[in-house]
């Protein structure tokens, strides 16, 4: 059986900082593409980044390049999703998903459940 399990989140002060993980059990680490996507209350759900599971390319959304960074552990299977200067706009659910190497909520095959991050003002 396929899992993402995605763990981390919180609560934080604006300009603080989160480590989301992205545990993966039930299929090849090495043959899906990680991504981190959120939604916030009434909004769609966005991509956030991706890691590519060979050559390790990352790719960030607008939005949060240059203060989040994604990286990947494939002997742990984990994925990880270290969140730097956070603002309130970045309070959502977070999840992780395995697919295409996209921040296109269609191209993933398996989603995890959230994970909340909660950014105070």
């Known amino acids: 059986e396929v899992q993402l399990q995605a763990s981390g989140g919180g609560w934080v002060q604006a300009g603080g900082s989160l480590r989301l993980s992205c545990a993966a059990s039930?299929?090849?680490?090495?043959?899906?593409?990680i991504a981190w996507f959120r939604q916030a209350p009434g909004k769609e759900r966005e991509g956030v980044s991706c890691i590519g599971s060979t050559d390790g390319m990352t790719y960030y959304a607008d939005s949060v390049r240059g203060r989040f960074t994604i990286s990947s552990d494939s002997a742990e299977s984990t994925v990880y999703l270290q969140m730097n200067s956070l603002k309130p706009e970045d309070t959502a659910v977070y999840y992780c998903a395995g697919g295409h190497l996209s921040l296109d909520r269609r191209h993933m095959e398996y989603w995890g459940k959230g994970t909340l991050v909660t950014v105070s003002s």
């Open positions: 039930g299929f090849s680490f090495e043959n899906y593409h």
